[in-house]
């Protein structure tokens, strides 16, 4: 089955200090990766996407995200978090570019920066 | 340049009643889709529509009903809804993949924030 797996339900970071969030995926075929953040109130944004090439993407607001195929895995990481990143962050995962538009999302990943 | 507008952003019903969301795409987009996003979730796909027809379809019910209009628009129209139909109801919009890939990026809206009591 299709399926996008987040681990972490809640993080809470020092703003400066590092991050990682967590996904791993289940895909039949050739995945197209993404990470969306949703802040309160407002719709999904895109911050990075896979297609396919380099396995280490960066997206906007200094976010990156590597894809292991080995490890059905594409983690999000941003090396100095910033209080105005806090959010629900979304990894998912669909087929043929994505935007079929049926995106299989996971359940999210809520981020907390402690100042 | 407009992005994806939603309307209402809020409303509540009573079971059993019918409600009609709407949605407008970004400027330049044909393709419409929906989806369900309940308290603590992810969102779920429910369908798509371009060139006024359904095209694919998650795992919803028949209740759950949609068009699109010659402008591009979408309206989504659940029936007889039952208090889990309570969520937060987004819609998105992309520009139709006219090769073996697209861009992969979906266009949301704020979405419309549906209470069933």
């Known amino acids: 089955a299709q399926s996008v797996t987040q681990p972490d339900i809640h993080i809470t970071v020092s703003e400066g200090a590092s991050l990682e969030l967590r996904c791993n995926y289940s895909y039949g075929a050739t995945p197209y990766l993404f990470w969306y953040v949703q802040s309160p109130g407002q719709g999904l944004q895109l911050l990075l996407k896979y297609f396919s090439g380099d396995t280490l993407v960066q997206g906007i607001k200094g976010f990156e995200a590597e894809f292991k195929r080995s490890q059905s895995s594409f983690n999000l990481r941003k090396p100095s978090v910033h209080w105005s990143d806090a959010a629900e962050y979304f990894c998912?995962?669909?087929?043929?570019?994505?935007?079929?538009?049926?995106?299989?999302f996971g359940k999210g990943t809520k981020l907390s920066v402690k100042p | 340049d407009a992005g994806v507008t939603q309307s209402p952003t809020h409303l509540i019903k009573t079971r059993g009643q019918q409600v009609t969301l709407r949605c407008s795409p970004k400027s330049g987009h044909d393709t419409v889709s929906w989806y369900q996003q309940a308290l603590g979730q992810g969102p779920q796909f429910i369908f798509q529509y371009y060139e006024e027809e359904e095209r694919q379809r998650g795992n919803f019910p028949d209740r759950f009903s949609g068009h699109q209009f010659p402008n591009y628009s979408s309206e989504l129209n659940v029936n007889a809804l039952l208090l889990g139909d309570s969520a937060l109801y987004l819609c998105?919009?992309?520009?139709?993949?006219?090769?073996?890939?697209?861009?992969?990026?979906?266009?949301f809206g704020e979405g419309s924030r549906l209470t069933v009591l």
């Open positions: 998105a919009s992309s520009p139709r993949d006219r090769g073996p890939r697209g861009t992969g990026e979906l266009f």
């Open positions: 998912a995962v669909g087929g043929y570019g994505g935007s079929q538009g049926n995106l299989i």
